[in-house]
């Protein structure tokens, strides 16, 4: 009753409702990526590519950094999924 009661008084339907509810959760999401990339950026000092590439190259055992490419990899992959599930919600009719 009272969600319906703010539906009509807001003038907004359920599926607008949801659409923002979505897109602030994916900018929330999005924001938390793109911090955890910058953090790895800034701790490497190099993009994701190059500090997978170098330690391809290098080729000894370091478990922070491989548990830190995990990481990043996640996040970034994350980041992109949201940064695209966010586009999709901006055309969203």
């Known amino acids: 009753m009272v969600i319906?009661?703010?539906?009509r008084n807001t003038g907004q339907t359920e599926q607008e409702?949801?659409?923002?509810h979505l897109t602030l959760?994916?900018?929330?999401?999005?924001?938390?990526?793109e911090a955890e990339c910058i953090y790895f950026e800034s701790k490497y000092g190099c993009k994701l590519e190059d500090f997978r590439k170098s330690l391809e190259i290098d080729n000894k055992e370091?478990?922070?950094?491989?548990d830190d490419l995990m990481d990043w990899e996640y996040a970034s992959s994350s980041l992109k999924w949201w940064q695209s599930r966010l586009e999709e919600l901006s055309i969203a009719a």
Do not use: A, C, N, T
Request: no cysteine.
């Open 4 to 7: 319906q009661d703010m539906l």
């Open 17 to 20: 409702i949801i659409r923002d």
């Open 25 to 33: 959760q994916g900018f929330s999401k999005k924001s938390k990526f």
């Open 62 to 66: 370091d478990f922070e950094k491989e």
